[in-house]
């Protein structure tokens, strides 16, 4: 009985083995597992109201996610003739969950830096956006029109994340320890233990949206970070054998205009 118990666990850690090194088939009605955040707003956030946006989180009953990666989402699989599933996890864990089997692709306003493609496949871009500082209203920062504005003060980022890396460009700046989420680093500039914190655009205008007491900067020109190509756009992160699923979804993101990629993360900042 126990070699017959061996046997058959040897089978099936074989048979388990064997699926999580195959290729994703792109084929209608295939299942098209997607991994973010669900608390990257305008990207991506967690609501109890259901609307023509949203999508159902995988395991949490009741719970859905709207925002601009989820109409991404919805928009390749039904390009693709995919069925959409959306599963919520934290950031550092995403690639991971990806290399894991866990998530087919990641569409969660991630960079496709090149750091990350060392492990991980990146389509062409979906969105393409600017870098500021989210102070106070009452800040002296907020009259700050340069990075040398900025010296000295006490700067914090997400955990992961390229706004981390881009804090040491400050001249004098205290380099905090990055935090794990938004809602963090929204409460450490509200409570003064950070002055400022980096953001995309479309975060910091969603984040300043629901607080009055928190503006951005954003600076024109030369004046601010120093960005390559990388820095400055999103794209979905793939695992490296799936080239079919790659090509595939570049193809429906090359008929997306920007015109349209605009619309989009607008309703999604009106929705939020």
Excluded at 24 to 45: C, D, R, S
Excluded at 78 to 84: A, D, N, P, R
Aim: glycine fraction near 6%; charge should be negative; hydrophobic fraction near 45%.
């Amino acid at each position: 009985m126990k070699r017959l118990f061996f046997v058959l666990f040897v089978l099936l850690a074989l048979t388990l083995s064997a699926c999580s090194t195959s290729s994703y088939e792109v084929e209608e009605g295939n299942t098209l597992v997607v991994g973010l955040e669900a608390a990257y707003a305008p990207y991506n956030w967690t609501t109890q109201t259901q609307n023509a946006f949203t999508v159902p989180l995988s395991g949490q009953p009741g719970a859905f996610v709207d925002g601009y990666d989820v109409v991404v989402a919805r928009h390749i699989a039904e390009e693709l003739g995919l069925v959409l599933e959306i599963k919520a996890i934290e950031w550092d864990g995403l690639i991971p969950a990806l290399q894991a089997g866990q998530i087919d692709v990641i569409i969660a306003g991630m960079s496709p830096t090149s750091e990350r493609a060392k492990t991980v496949n990146f389509s062409t871009e979906y969105y393409r956006a600017q870098q500021v500082m989210v102070v106070r209203t009452d800040s002296n920062y907020a009259s700050a029109t340069t990075l040398a504005g900025f010296t000295g003060a006490k700067v914090v980022a997400q955990l992961g994340t390229l706004q981390d890396d881009l804090i040491d460009q400050i001249p004098n700046v205290v380099h905090q320890t990055p935090l794990d989420s938004y809602n963090a680093l929204t409460n450490a500039v509200l409570s003064g233990v950070a002055d400022a914190f980096i953001a995309e655009l479309p975060v910091a205008m969603s984040i300043v949206q629901s607080n009055s007491n928190l503006t951005f900067v954003n600076f024109a020109g030369s004046n601010g970070f120093t960005l390559s190509e990388e820095d400055v756009t999103t794209a979905v992160a793939l695992r490296k054998r799936d080239t079919a699923l790659l090509e595939a979804i570049n193809g429906v993101l090359a008929n997306i205009s920007a015109e349209t990629k605009d619309a989009w993360m607008l309703a999604a900042l009106n929705r939020q």
